[in-house]
């Protein structure tokens, strides 16, 4: 147990992984940045993974009405 409630957990483990991996110079851009472009998707759900948080990724085919 941590002491945290889930919403807590939720919150600030991504953020703390985040700021690692700024400090650790994972993320080299600075700015206003978007998270699916900078951040590196595997080692930042493993890191979120070894904090205890269970991630479920599900795939979903989404039908954009295009017919051909």
Same mark, same amino acid.
């Given at each position: 147990?941590?002491?945290?409630t889930? +919403? +807590? !957990?939720t919150t %600030?483990?991504? %953020?703390?992984e985040?700021? =690692?991996?700024l %400090? &650790?110079?994972?993320i080299? #851009? !600075?700015? /206003?940045?978007?998270a $699916? @472009? /900078?951040?590196?998707g $595997?080692?930042y =759900? !493993?890191? =979120? !993974?070894? &904090?205890?948080? &269970?991630? #479920? $990724?599900? @795939?979903? #085919? /989404?039908d954009?009405g295009? $017919?051909?």
């Open positions: 147990k941590t002491g945290l889930a +919403m +807590m !957990r %600030a483990y991504p %953020a703390a985040s700021a =690692l991996l %400090a &650790r110079g994972t080299e #851009q !600075r700015g /206003v940045l978007l $699916e @472009e /900078v951040v590196p $595997e080692p =759900l !493993r890191a =979120l !993974r070894a &904090r205890g948080l &269970r991630i #479920q $990724e599900k @795939e979903t #085919q /989404v954009n295009d $017919e051909g």
